[in-house]
């Protein structure tokens, strides 16, 4: 059974840093291309970052280039997005996905078959 559980988010001042974990079970993450993706309230999930299989390579929306890093531990089945920089605009609920295989260039939500539960992230301004 496939299982992905985020964590790390919370309330953080504008300009500061977070990072969130998504530790998945049931899953070998050299297998799966892990995808972050988040959600605002009255918006659709819009994708955020991408892990290949290896690890490798890595893939960022434009509005986080620079700022967001996606990483992974495939030792420990742990991925996780380390976020700097912050602002008002990356207030949502942020989810880790994962799809068996898979690409960077995967960053549709209709890509990814597992999914977490999600992480509140606030940036007070």
């Known amino acids: 059974q496939v299982q992905l559980v985020e964590s790390g988010g919370g309330l953080v001042q504008a300009g500061g840093s977070l990072r969130l974990s998504c530790a998945a079970s049931?899953?070998?993450?050299?297998?799966?291309?892990m995808g972050w993706f988040r959600q605002a309230p009255g918006k659709e999930a819009e994708f955020v970052a991408v892990?290949?299989?290896?690890?490798?390579?890595?893939n960022y929306a434009d509005s986080v280039k620079g700022r967001f890093t996606v990483s992974g531990d495939n030792a420990d089945n742990t991925v996780y997005l380390q976020m700097n920089s912050l602002n008002s605009e990356d207030t949502a609920v942020y989810y880790c996905a994962a799809e068996p295989l898979g690409a960077v260039r995967n960053t549709k939500v209709s890509d990814y078959k597992y999914w977490g539960q999600g992480t509140q992230v606030t940036v007070s301004s």
């Open positions: 049931g899953v070998t993450l050299r297998d799966y291309t």
């Open positions: 892990r290949s299989c290896s690890g490798f390579v890595t």
